[in-house]
Nanobody, 118 residues
């Protein structure tokens, strides 16, 4: 059974960068689309980015477009979310998820905290 583990979160100053990783185990990731989501305290979970299993298509929330990049390495069964130009409003727990259909997520990781603060 596919399991996902996020890593790479932490504390960063405004304007800084982080790269989140989503490592898969129990099954290969290459047949799954990947999604990244985030949830800030007191707010609903929101979509951040999606990428198809073959990396041909990616989509971004308007709030992160141009600053975040979603990629994947199927040989390593790992997905990535590169984040640049981080803002305090990007502070949240970030989750990766996977599913057999683009934007339809079925398997979720436990999340990694990203805090943007000076």
């Amino acid at each position: 059974q596919l399991q996902l583990v996020e890593s790479g979160g932490g504390l960063v100053q405004p304007g800084g960068s982080l790269r989140l990783s989503c490592a898969a185990s129990g099954a290969t990731l290459d047949r799954y689309a990947i999604g990244w989501f985030r949830q800030a305290p007191g707010r609903e979970r929101e979509e951040v980015a999606f990428i198809t299993s073959d990396s041909i298509v990616s989509q971004y929330a308007g709030s992160v477009k141009g600053r975040f990049t979603v990629t994947r390495d199927n040989a390593k069964s790992t997905g990535y979310l590169q984040m640049h130009g981080l803002k305090p409003e990007d502070t949240a727990v970030y989750y990766c998820a996977a599913g057999p259909v683009f934007r339809t997520m079925e398997i979720w990781g436990r999340g990694t905290q990203v805090t943007v603060s000076s």
